[in-house]
């Protein structure tokens, strides 16, 4: 992503927008470009540890017991949820392996709060992006202690590009083209 970046954008600013797990990713880009970031939105990305409760799964199982543990869990929410149902026929065309691998990659990262106070840490306009349906207590908890400039969007689940998506991308929107 770094190299993209650099290939596409060398001397421009970079407005970048994450969601979910992908939020650690964006904070680290963050991190790497610095001064050039105009804005970040952090789409319901990882905050605490409770955050990655789906990522995390692959922790605690072997790779077929993960997948079906998984996709059970996510098949339960889409009986009533239409951004389920949609994540749901995702699921299978991901790569087992892969997500096996990202899941433990994060383990020792999210321990502690620390997606969260790398985000508070970050010296560029940022901006988190969260419902209340599927947000843990403990990641509002931190947003209200620590100050956490934040949209809620209330009765929004995870997925606020499906469900909201107009209003989404307007906060999204209004946030990159606000002055600095």
């Not at 790779?63 to 699921?91: H, P, Q």
């Not at 970050?122 to 599927?134: F, M, Q, S, V």
């Not at 403990?138 to 934040?150: D, L, M, S, W």
Request: proline residues 6%; aromatic residues 14%.
């Amino acid at each position: 992503m770094i190299g993209l970046i650099e290939d596409l954008s060398p001397s421009n600013k970079i407005y970048l927008a994450a969601h979910s797990i992908a939020g650690l990713i964006g904070t680290w880009i963050c991190q790497h470009f610095q001064d050039k970031i105009g804005g970040y939105a952090s789409i319901e990305g990882n905050l605490t540890e409770p955050d990655s409760y789906y990522s995390s799964l692959p922790i605690d199982y072997d790779k077929e017991e993960f997948f079906k543990k998984f996709t059970s869990s996510v098949y339960e929410k889409a009986r009533s949820r239409v951004d389920f149902r949609r994540y749901l026929g995702s699921i299978y065309f991901a790569d087992v392996d892969a997500m096996m691998a990202w899941g433990q990659s994060v383990k020792d990262f999210v321990q502690g709060d620390r997606p969260g106070m790398e985000f508070l840490a970050l010296d560029c306009p940022k901006l988190y992006i969260w419902g209340d349906k599927d947000t843990p207590l403990a990641t509002q908890k931190f947003i209200r202690e620590h100050g956490v400039p934040n949209v809620y969007l209330e009765g929004i689940g995870h997925w606020p590009m499906i469900e909201v998506p107009e209003r989404l991308y307007d906060v999204v929107g209004s946030f990159f083209n606000a002055p600095k």
